[in-house]
């Protein structure tokens, strides 16, 4: 059975993710419990949700500068995002739409136009 502390222990070995350190808050705590609740078996977290964040150049901050964490991935839409293999591959969340924000945005800011 897949407790709490496996689950946080699984998911510090995977590479480029933001690791769990210290006191989980409450919220992110619950959300975690509840996912486990859910799946309770460590087979199904080990074939289902571990591989599909470590393939996935979004959540591992391949594709931009951000990487998830395991209370974002426990939430309940974006859990279900990632089984249905939303985050991984060419069409990943966001695509290039997050730099090209990046770059409008500091455009506005500078006063620049394109």
């Given amino acids: 059975m897949?407790?709490?502390?496996?689950?946080?222990l699984e998911w510090n070995k995977i590479d480029d993710v933001?690791?769990?350190?210290?006191?989980?808050?409450?919220k992110t705590r619950s959300r975690i419990?509840?996912?486990i609740r859910e799946h309770p078996m460590k087979a199904w977290w080990s074939a289902e949700i571990f591989p599909r964040v470590?393939?996935?150049?979004?959540?591992?901050?391949?594709?931009?500068d951000w990487c998830a964490s395991l209370g974002w991935a426990c939430g309940p839409v974006n859990i279900q995002k990632i089984l249905e293999d939303r985050?991984?591959?060419?069409k990943q969340a966001g695509g290039d739409r997050g730099r090209k924000n990046k770059v409008a945005i500091q455009q506005?800011?500078?006063?620049?136009t394109s």
């Fill in 2 to 8: 897949a407790t709490l502390e496996w689950v946080i």
């Fill in 18 to 26: 933001t690791p769990v350190a210290g006191t989980l808050h409450p």
């Fill in 33 to 35: 419990t509840a996912r």
């Fill in 54 to 64: 470590r393939q996935s150049d979004f959540m591992c901050g391949r594709k931009n």
């Fill in 87 to 90: 985050y991984v591959g060419s």
């Fill in 108 to 112: 506005f800011l500078t006063g620049e």
